[in-house]
């Protein structure tokens, strides 16, 4: 059947697929996991990034040399560890282990574009902060932080969007309970036949809320895609 | 500080022993009043090392031991199912490997699909950031429409472009049919399935490749451009003699995260074809994901995954070197 310019439109196949459960459960578990592995990685990736971003100490080369590195190791090489780890803990199958997981590609990623964010600070604002009685923590948490406020919110839309489109981890470490819509997708494929409307529905579903935020987080792509080699 | 108390203390030593006790007496006091005040900052100041140091070590851990934990697996005969459990054999693995013809057909495929993919998105990059570098009406919409591709999700990638490729219903054969070609079943043919698997990743990646060298042009100062064409300079002497060796910096980039990226890809390969038909697209990183995971080798896998982990950086360390250099 050769695709025609003249088509009903229709909602149909976008009611087919709410209405499976598996999708809506793998939609719900794609933003547990994904908001889960954005908090962790602020947390973490913030005050990493901060202190990376101070002049003193050679830290903040190494550091840099060594996301870079973790960058460029594929994700089986992490995979197969944790797989081990997680199948002999009993811990398959559980958000919390997929958080970790998804942790190796998304922390290395926020500390260094939080470093970049601190780093544009100019330096006299935590020399002023102190001066006038702040301790460095509240230097950190009251002057600095909320001064890349919107850097912050870049970390946290990327962080997301990895997140979300995270599909090779997901196929290992997840199970009947915790599988993503990236996972579940697939079983709209299948030997019977392959229902090709509902899976362009579903995959305009998994991908729209990526589009929407991509556009918000345009300002930090470029220094967030190469971190590591971009000072 | 205290070297001017010091001098107190000596100067007073001759004097009466009430001034001394008043000078130890205020001594005290200073060591006191300091020492509070340096209890309360050296304390923010340990909590202050800890707020550093703890995200460091959780960065660190995370990426540092599952590496050391997966070269160490690399050492071992390690099969699932086997009761007996792992056993230390050494580099046993890597001999292995390297008499595995299926190992050296994965490298195969891994560099065909490298090669052609990042030189064509290099190329098409280049085109792209070219002409948004001009100024035309809507630009500005285009810069931004265009970076969208990459960053959908990789796996809908694979499966849109998998029902494109569809031969019956899939756009790609039906607009050949308008030109009366007989499109070839793309993904189920070992001759098309790679060219399909790279035409796919073109699409998706190359706007990356556009991102960064448009960023690079924009940064070029215009006064360069005018004085070359006020010299009469044409716009291929200009794109060969100016534009490229200025974007230097910015190609080594793209290169180096599209090789790395690219020598590592999975997402859409493994719904595309699933490294079929035959093994005609079972790049090193599916053969790895199949070796663990289907034939659960986990030693013989990690093995593997340590080679794909050192190609990568033995490539990426040439152009990291080229880059400092510049």
């Given at each position: 059947m050769p695709p025609s310019i003249i088509f009903k439109p229709s909602l149909e196949n976008f009611r087919m697929v709410l209405g499976r459960g598996s999708f809506v459960h793998g939609y719900i578990n794609s933003l547990v996991i994904a908001l889960g592995t954005t908090s962790i990685a602020l947390i973490f990736g913030i005050s990493a990034g901060y202190s990376l971003s101070r002049p003193s100490g050679q830290g903040s080369k190494y550091m840099g040399r060594w996301i870079v590195l973790a960058r460029m190791a594929p994700p089986v090489t992490?995979?197969?560890?944790?797989?081990?780890?997680?199948?002999?803990?009993?811990?398959?199958?559980?958000?919390?282990?997929?958080?970790?997981?998804?942790?190796?590609?998304?922390?290395?990623?926020?500390?260094?574009?939080?470093?970049?964010?601190?780093?544009?600070?100019?330096?006299?604002?935590?020399?002023?902060?102190?001066?006038?009685?702040?301790?460095?923590?509240?230097?950190l948490f009251r002057i600095l932080i909320p001064s890349v406020k919107s850097g912050v919110a870049t970390c946290a839309i990327f962080g997301t969007i990895m997140a979300w489109n995270e599909f090779f981890y997901a196929l290992i470490i997840s199970g009947r309970n915790t599988r993503p819509v990236s996972v579940d997708i697939q079983t709209f494929i299948s030997a019977a036949g392959t229902d090709w409307g509902a899976l362009t529905a579903a995959g305009l579903l998994v991908v729209a809320p990526v589009l929407l935020f991509t556009v918000f987080a345009q300002k930090g792509l470029l220094r967030g895609l190469t971190s590591g080699s971009v000072k | 500080m205290p070297k001017q108390v010091k001098e107190e203390v000596t100067a007073s030593r001759g004097e009466g022993s009430k001034h001394l006790q008043h000078i130890n007496q205020s001594i005290r006091d200073d060591v006191s009043r300091f020492g509070i005040k340096a209890i309360l900052f050296s304390d923010s100041e340990r909590l202050y090392k800890m707020l550093v140091v703890i995200p460091f070590g959780v960065l660190f851990a995370l990426t540092a031991l599952p590496l050391l934990a997966t070269f160490v697996t690399?050492?071992?005969?390690?099969?699932?199912?086997?009761?007996?459990?792992?056993?230390?054999?050494?580099?046993?693995?890597?001999?292995?490997?390297?008499?595995?013809?299926?190992?050296?057909?994965?490298?195969?495929?891994?560099?065909?699909?490298?090669?052609?993919?990042?030189?064509?998105?290099?190329?098409?990059?280049?085109s792209f950031a070219l002409l948004l570098s001009r100024k035309f009406r809507g630009v500005g919409l285009l810069r931004s429409l265009y970076i969208i591709p990459m960053m959908i999700t990789p796996v809908i990638v694979g499966l849109l472009w998998r029902m494109l490729f569809n031969p019956s219903g899939g756009a790609i054969n039906y607009f050949l049919s308008l030109v009366g070609i007989h499109g070839p079943n793309w993904l189920g043919d070992t001759r098309t399935a790679m060219p399909a698997i790279i035409l796919t990743d073109l699409w998706f990646s190359t706007p990356f490749v556009g991102v960064i060298l448009l960023a690079g042009i924009l940064s070029i100062p215009t006064e360069i451009f005018e004085a070359a064409r006020v010299d009469g300079a044409s716009a291929s002497k200009i794109f060969w003699n100016i534009t490229l060796p200025l974007l230097r910096p910015m190609i080594f980039l793209s290169l180096l995260f599209r090789l790395m990226d690219a020598m590592k890809r999975f997402d859409s390969i493994y719904v595309m074809t699933g490294g079929g038909p035959g093994n005609s697209t079972e790049t090193l990183d599916l053969h790895i994901y199949f070796a663990t995971f289907e034939n659960l080798q986990v030693g013989y896998s990690a093995a593997m995954g340590c080679v794909l982990l050192v190609l990568i950086f033995g490539v990426s360390i040439v152009i990291l070197r080229k880059m400092e250099n510049e």
């Open positions: 992490f995979a197969i560890p944790l797989y081990l780890a997680f199948s002999h803990l009993k811990m398959l199958d559980n958000y919390f282990s997929l958080i970790i997981t998804y942790l190796t590609i998304v922390l290395p990623f926020v500390t260094w574009l939080m470093r970049g964010f601190f780093k544009s600070l100019p330096p006299e604002m935590e020399e002023a902060a102190r001066i006038d009685g702040c301790s460095r923590i509240q230097a | 690399s050492l071992f005969g390690w099969y699932l199912g086997d009761p007996m459990g792992p056993k230390f054999i050494g580099f046993s693995n890597y001999s292995q490997m390297f008499s595995d013809p299926t190992f050296w057909n994965s490298i195969g495929k891994t560099a065909y699909q490298v090669i052609v993919t990042v030189s064509g998105q290099m190329v098409l990059g280049m």
